[in-house]
C-alpha cells in the first residue's frame, strides 16, 4: 500500500523556475521541488488500462500498456490555485491573456512496451484544439516528463489531420502519413506548455528504456474562457 502524501507538499512548484520560450514551446525545467518523490510516489501506484475493453481488438495490454493515473485533488487550497496562477500567469504572456478552466486533478499518462521497438513507430498524433484556431484561443497542452529514463520526448507533426481510433491501436510507423516537425526533448522534472492546435504525440527513441520501466508524464488542459 502506497503512503499518503499532502498534495501540497509533494507537488510543490519550484521556486526556482526559469521559463524559456522559443515563439511555440513554453519550458520550465526544475518544475516540481519534490520531483524525485513524486517518482518515487508514481513507481508504487496501480495503473489502469486507458479506454480498455478485452473484448475488443485491441492492441492495448498485447503490443503495449496504455494507462492513466488519475489522482483526485479533492478540495484545492489556496497555495494549490496560487501555484496555478503563477504558471497561468506566464502563459498569459504568450497565449489569450484572460481567464482559464482546467480539471483540477493530477492526470498522468503512463506507457509500457510489451512488443514494440522500431522507433519507426510512435504514437499516433491527436489534437486538443480545432487545427483552424488561433493560438490566442486555442486549448494549452501542459505536459511534465516524470520518468528518469528520459527518451524522446513530444512530437509536433505537420500534414492532413487523418483520425484515428485509439481504441484499437495507438502505435503507427507515423512518419508514413505525416511530416516529423520538432522533437521536445523529454527531461526530467522539465514542464512544457504549448497550443494544443498543433499535432502531437508521444515520441521515444529507445523502447528498450520502457519494457521494465513505465514513461510517467503529467498532462492537463487549460481552457481560455
Not at 65 to 77: E, F, N, Q, Y
Not at 90 to 105: E, L, T
Not at 163 to 188: C, G, Q, S
Request: aromatic residues 16%; contains cysteine.
Amino acid at each position: 500500500m502506497s503512503k499518503c502524501y499532502d498534495n501540497d507538499i509533494l507537488f510543490r512548484p519550484s521556486e526556482k523556475w526559469e521559463p524559456q520560450w522559443d515563439g511555440e514551446v513554453l519550458t520550465i525545467d526544475n518544475f516540481y521541488e519534490n520531483a524525485d518523490a513524486i517518482y518515487q510516489w508514481l513507481t508504487n501506484q496501480d495503473y489502469p488500462l486507458w479506454k480498455y475493453n478485452p473484448e475488443s481488438s485491441t492492441r492495448n495490454n498485447v503490443d503495449y500498456r496504455d494507462a492513466r493515473l488519475i489522482h483526485k485533488i479533492g478540495h484545492p487550497s489556496r497555495q494549490y490555485h496560487g501555484n496555478m496562477e503563477r504558471l497561468l500567469d506566464i502563459c498569459r504572456k504568450y497565449w489569450h491573456k484572460g481567464n482559464y478552466n482546467w480539471d483540477m486533478v493530477y492526470e498522468f499518462n503512463c506507457f509500457q512496451t510489451i512488443t514494440i521497438d522500431d522507433p519507426k513507430v510512435q504514437h499516433y498524433p491527436h489534437i486538443d484544439s480545432n487545427l483552424e484556431s488561433m493560438d490566442s484561443e486555442s486549448v494549452l497542452n501542459m505536459l511534465v516528463y516524470l520518468d528518469i529514463e528520459e527518451s524522446g520526448g513530444t512530437a509536433i507533426y505537420h500534414g492532413e489531420w487523418i483520425t484515428n481510433d485509439e481504441n484499437m491501436n495507438l502505435m503507427y510507423p507515423v512518419e508514413e502519413r505525416f511530416k516529423l516537425d520538432r522533437v521536445i526533448e523529454h527531461k526530467f522534472n522539465r514542464c512544457v506548455i504549448f497550443a494544443g492546435n498543433r499535432m502531437h504525440g508521444a515520441y521515444i527513441n529507445d523502447y528498450n528504456k520502457y519494457k521494465d520501466n513505465w514513461r510517467f508524464t503529467q498532462v492537463n488542459f487549460f481552457h481560455p474562457c
